[in-house]
């Protein structure tokens, strides 16, 4: 069965730096691979999504590269801030692009420090 | 929010006893899913649902049922409540934008079983 992991349960980094989140699936390549981003008690909130033919996707400070040779994608936040504290967590859809089981990874708590 | 309500927000229940959470949308959205979150497991598929009366099994199924009479009601039912259903629980629903899918979470709720 496929499985996904985010190689780092926590992340510390000073402010202003680029933190880069990992994650990495094992078995079939997936249709596409998103990210989110939650806060303590609340739902996920989905941030990008990167298509398995697509190498890297942007959206303001965020970046996400996709490389299914390795089958990794990476996520970064430049210039980081202290409210990009949270949790992010990666998910894999199946092949196919159905939208039925999406996999979540467990998440890495990162902490930006001023 | 994508309009998604999670009822209730907290439950303390005891072991044996039935319980059923309610996730409710406003959107008429064809997917909704049930995960939970548990510390070193991250969020995993309990079961999903692709229409009325249409639901499939996710990775943790054992022990729980759902129903969806009304498209906008999706029902997660735990028979026989047990100590490891100890959990936070969220709704989720699948709105695709554009050629991109995305997953709406709801707030979750924190049950627990004594």
């Known amino acids: 069965s496929q499985k996904i992991e985010q190689n780092s349960e926590a992340l510390n980094i000073q402010e202003g730096k680029t933190a880069t989140l990992t994650c990495n699936y094992t078995n079939y390549s997936p249709a596409y691979l998103q990210w989110y981003r939650q806060d303590p008690g609340r739902g996920p909130v989905f941030l990008l999504l990167i298509r398995e033919n697509e190498k890297e996707k942007r959206k303001e400070r965020l970046k996400v590269t996709f490389d299914t040779t390795l089958k990794q994608s990476l996520f970064h936040i430049t210039a980081s801030q202290p409210a990009d504290s949270a949790t992010y967590l990666c998910?894999?859809?199946?092949?196919?692009?159905?939208?039925?089981?999406?996999?979540f990874g467990k998440g890495t708590k990162l902490s930006v420090k001023p | 929010d994508a309009g998604i309500t999670q009822s209730p927000r907290h439950k303390v229940t005891e072991t044996g006893t039935p319980v059923t959470l309610r996730c409710h949308q406003t959107e008429n959205h064809r997917y909704m899913y049930w995960y939970r979150q548990d510390p070193g497991h991250g969020l995993r598929l309990i079961h999903y649902s692709y229409g009325v009366k249409d639901t499939d099994k996710g990775e943790v199924s054992d022990g729980y049922s759902v129903s969806r009479s009304k498209t906008e009601d999706f029902l997660l039912t735990l028979e026989s409540a047990t100590s490891s259903q100890t959990s936070v629980y969220f709704c989720a629903i699948s709105i695709r934008q554009g050629s991109d899918t995305e997953a709406f979470f709801g707030q979750g709720t924190r049950l627990t079983v004594v």
């Open positions: 998910a894999l859809a199946p092949p196919g692009g159905s939208q039925g089981n999406l996999i």
